[in-house]
T-cell receptor
Framework: AQKVTQAQTEISVVEKEDVTLDCVYETRDTTYYLFWYKQPPSGELVFLIRRNSFDEQNEISGRYSWNFQKSTSSFNFTITASQVVDSAVYFCALSEGLGKFYFGSGTKLNVKP | GAGVSQTPSNKVTEKGKYVELRCDPISGHTALYWYRQSLGQGPEFLIYFQGTGAADDSGLPNDRFFAVRPEGSVSTLKIQRTERGDSAVYLC???????????FGPGTRLLVL
């Protein structure tokens, strides 16, 4: 079974629209960590955020915000007022604290001018 | 400071040949990871080192794949008798300790003809 599911394969929006990328995870551990990474066309994975399972507080960083809900095992990512530079593939990942990350299959975001 | 570096950035080889891929982690990071990313997929875990030892090699697909980290810093991923199915981007990451954020290198794009 997939530990991280990103059901949206590709999303296209027009600049300045808000967009939410969904992430659903599965784990039996009580301690775990969730991450979002951005992979622009250049290919390098860029770290965006890390949350641990004990901190359900939502986080906002500029135009980016994250909604962590343990009740639905979701860790969704919202970009407000999207820009062309936000175009990339976004990955959600889960760590159970043992080293390896489980990545979702990614959501490709296209922001059109 | 310097990030994770990987060499070569691209490698083209023929089926049956041997290849070595190198990763230089962030200075001071004790944990080092290798992932493989196929086109349109998320990274898949291969192996992780804590110091010089492989703490988890459960992701290595078969015995043609081997990795070392003899001095606890630079790591080499070795692939024997390459097959066309080995073609992918091989990503290296490092973190200060296993449960912390992993920072990724630019990857090595391997093409087996």
């Amino acid at each position: 079974a997939q530990k991280v599911t990103q059901a949206q394969t590709e999303i296209s929006v027009v600049e300045k629209e808000d967009v939410t990328l969904d992430c659903v995870y599965e784990t039996r551990d009580t301690t775990y960590y969730l991450f979002w990474y951005k992979q622009p066309p250049s290919g390098e994975l860029v770290f965006l955020i890390r949350r641990n399972s004990f901190d359900e507080q939502n986080e906002i960083s500029g135009r980016y915000s994250w909604n962590f809900q343990k009740s639905t095992s979701s860790f969704n990512f919202t970009i407000t007022a999207s820009q062309v530079v936000d175009s990339a593939v976004y990955f959600c990942a889960l760590s159970e604290g043992l080293g390896k990350f489980y990545f979702g299959s990614g959501t490709k975001l296209n922001v059109k001018p | 400071g310097a990030g994770v570096s990987q060499t070569p950035s691209n490698k083209v080889t023929e089926k049956g040949k041997y290849v070595e891929l190198r990763c230089d982690p962030i200075s001071g990071h004790t944990a080092l990871y290798w992932y493989r990313q196929s086109l349109g997929q998320g990274p898949e875990f291969l192996i992780y080192f804590q110091g010089t030892g492989a703490a988890d090699d459960s992701g290595l697909p078969n015995d043609r794949f081997f990795a070392v980290r003899p001095e606890g810093s630079v790591s080499t991923l070795k692939i024997q008798r390459t097959e066309r199915g080995d073609s992918a981007v091989y990503l290296c990451a490092s973190s200060s300790v296993p449960q912390e954020t992993q920072y990724f290198g630019p990857g090595t794009r391997l093409l087996v003809l």
